[in-house]
């Protein structure tokens, strides 16, 4: 009785959240041809807007014909890339937009290239829908308890009256979890018995470090999850089996990231769905990957049209016994960031180093390399040298956050090695 109580008061709050969830539900009684053609009609409204809306778009696009409708000839599309974002971030934003009503987000995603991008309440709304739609598909219902373990650091709202109010309102609350030591495992373990949530939701490392210690303490959780989402990495097997045994549910794997969220989610059977009514997802073979392509079809502000969004898989055939009418697709092997620990037993999560360059101009690319517990190195490829008070915001902030012993060493560099794969890490602890 009290989950509805709650969705009403969530409804009275966030009506346009709720107006967008009630499409992206009725989306999935589309039939998969339905949804096709929906997508396709999508696809080339979005284009259209694009090279008629936006400064970047009408020159990229101005030797393509305006009519292009076969699949083939959208393959044909020039590829986003990063770079390509970075360098025309504004020119990517639609004439019509009011820059001042506008947020800036970040994200150095995978990849370590810091990235910017606009966006507006409705692509904020759209996304939260988007999630609570995936949330539903383990047979949580909104109202129920949702518990997040956070790796990013700024996403954490201060605790203020008011966002106590919103957290009890959405039925969510969140653990800044971006580093932790076993204490803090203990911590979050009473604050599941207390909160008794539906459903965990969190990072792959985080979720599996924590159900280890479940495990190794012999702990019994109480039997309301009904679901743990992992998000904003790779979920590896091993881990996958680690959070099952300690959590005693299913884990739900999502794909998306900040510019473009909600692009896939895991249903009941294991299988991974594309959310043909949000993206066009396309895997594309390039230097012998095959890379992911995708399109928002929702975003006007800053469309991202066939965007190479820096990760790898496939496209798959068939059908799932769930009954779901979205597509299926394989994720490859993502890139791979390591924990940084200190000497005092603290564990410092990837994602937390991701913004500490938010903001600096003329940065392409970084990594964080951890030599011992007291020394970390940054390299940077840069189009510009970093500042001395730059370098010195950046020390000070991983000795305040990280640990007070922590001397840092930036490198400024013509190139950043990759790993044998030829994958770009942005953290890494060399040393045991």
């Known amino acids: 009785m009290m989950h509805r109580l709650k969705n009403w008061a969530h409804r009275q709050q966030s009506p346009e959240r709720h107006r967008l969830l009630e499409t992206l539900l009725s989306n999935q009684a589309l039939s998969a041809a339905q949804l096709r053609q929906k997508q396709a009609a999508d696809f080339l409204a979005i284009l259209h807007h694009a090279r008629t809306q936006t400064p970047y778009y009408r020159e990229r696009y101005r030797h393509i014909p305006s009519t292009c409708t076969a ?133 792959a490392s985080i979720l599996a470090e924590l159900a280890r210690y479940v495990l190794d303490q012999g702990l019994r959780l109480q039997d309301t999850l009904k679901g743990v989402y992992s998000t904003a990495e790779m979920l590896h097997d ?121 903001g600096l101009d003329g940065v392409k690319q970084y990594q964080f390399v951890q030599t011992a517990f007291d020394k970390m190195t940054l390299n940077v490829l840069a189009s510009r040298r970093l500042t001395a008070d730059e370098q010195a915001h950046i020390a000070a902030r991983i000795m305040h956050d990280v640990d007070a012993s922590m001397a840092l060493e930036i490198h400024q560099l013509e190139a950043i090695p990759r790993t044998p794969s030829g994958k770009h890490r942005f953290v890494i602890r060399d040393f045991d």
């Open 238 to 358: 091993w881990q996958r089996t680690l959070i099952e045994a300690a959590f005693a549910c299913k884990v739900f794997n999502q794909y998306g990231s900040r510019e473009i969220p909600n692009i896939a989610c895991e249903c009941r059977y294991g299988n991974q769905h594309v959310f043909t009514d949000m993206v066009y997802l396309e895997s594309v073979r390039e230097d012998g990957e095959d890379k992911l392509i995708v399109t928002s079809l929702t975003n006007r502000i800053m469309p991202f049209i066939r965007y190479d969004i820096g990760d790898s898989g496939t496209l798959k055939d068939g059908d799932c016994p769930c009954g779901s009418p979205f597509p299926m697709m394989d994720m490859g092997v993502c890139r791979s960031n390591d924990l940084i620990k200190t000497k005092r037993g603290k564990i410092v999560y990837p994602s937390y180093f991701i913004h500490l360059l938010d």
């Open 71 to 203: 699949h083939d000839e959208m393959r044909t599309l020039p590829i986003l890339r990063k770079d390509d974002v970075i360098q025309h971030r504004d020119a990517l934003l639609a004439e019509s937009a009011d820059k001042s009503t506008l947020c800036l987000g970040h994200t150095g995603g995978s990849t370590g290239r810091p990235l910017a991008f606009y966006y507006d309440r409705h692509k904020h709304e759209l996304m939260r829908a988007g999630m609570i739609r995936s949330y539903m598909w383990s047979g949580w219902r909104p109202g129920e308890k949702i518990l997040n373990f956070w790796g990013a650091k700024q996403d954490i709202k201060p605790r203020a009256m008011r966002k106590r109010l919103e957290d009890l309102i959405s039925a969510e609350k969140t653990i800044g979890a971006h580093e932790y030591t076993e204490t803090d495992l203990a911590r979050w373990v009473d604050e599941i018995h207390r909160y008794r949530p539906v459903l965990l939701q969190g990072y």
